[in-house]
């Protein structure tokens, strides 16, 4: 059974700051992992999608990495903005039985 | 395309009653998922449907929920009846999926359904 988890559950920073975001997973049969940003009371956004292939990806300001043999995934931001307070999401996709498991999120505050 | 769609956006209903949510996902896509939200629990995932056919409900609470997917552009979720305890916000996202070896499962979301049961 696939289980994935975000540490710290919350992370405050200063505009400015480059920081990074982490996601474990504990099945490593893993077709790709998926991060997402959700606002408050709002859906979810995918960012970034990375294939069990791939070892990153990267979007702007973004760069999300994929190590399975180690279980992990990091989100990179760099420079971080105000506008980037939200929360976000890593969800490992298992194609064995197709299933998409999240972890808890991060939610992240940027101070200005 | 109008990306997964969910309506209504908001239900208040009190408890006993009835309450149907809705979900039409991208065209084309062929795996349906729902998910619950709270703060407590975080997402979870309550059934998810390929090819219109329920792979596990394992994650649906009781009895009291089910789920429907009678084609390939509409699925309803359904609790009969509604308790306060089920108020959250519930998802729906679809992936097209093509089988084992696929790997570029980009998962759409949709807007949720923000249900409130007094």
């Known amino acids: 059974k696939q289980e994935v988890t975000q540490i710290p559950a919350a992370l405050s920073v200063p505009e400015g700051e480059n920081l990074v975001l982490n996601c474990s997973f504990t099945?490593?049969?893993?077709?790709?992992l998926q991060w997402f940003r959700q606002d408050p009371g709002k859906g979810l956004t995918s960012l970034l999608l990375i294939q069990s292939s791939q070892r990153e990806q990267t979007s702007g300001r973004l760069n999300a990495s994929l190590d399975k043999s180690s279980g992990r995934s990091t989100l990179y931001i760099a420079a971080s903005q105000p506008g980037d307070s939200a929360t976000y999401l890593c969800?490992?996709?298992?194609?064995?039985?197709?299933?998409?498991?999240f972890g808890k999120g991060i939610t992240l505050s940027v101070r200005p | 395309d109008a990306g997964v769609i969910q309506s209504p956006r908001h239900e208040v209903t009190e408890m006993g009653q009835e309450v149907t949510l809705r979900c039409k996902p991208i065209?084309?896509?062929?795996?349906l998922f729902w998910y619950r939200q709270t703060m407590m629990r975080g997402l979870e995932l309550l059934i998810y449907f390929n090819n219109n056919v329920p792979i596990d409900d394992s994650g649906m609470p009781e009895d009291r929920f089910s789920a429907k997917m009678p084609n390939a552009s509409f699925s309803t979720l359904k609790i009969q009846p509604s308790e306060p305890r089920d108020s959250a916000v519930y998802f729906c996202?679809?992936?097209?999926?093509?089988?084992?070896?696929?790997?570029?499962?980009?998962?759409?979301f949709g807007q949720g359904t923000r249900l409130t049961v007094v």
């Open positions: 996202a679809s992936i097209l999926y093509l089988g084992y070896g696929t790997v570029n499962t980009e998962a759409f």
């Open positions: 969800a490992g996709f298992t194609g064995a039985n197709s299933k998409l498991t």
């Open positions: 065209s084309g896509h062929n795996s």
């Open positions: 099945d490593s049969a893993i077709y790709n």
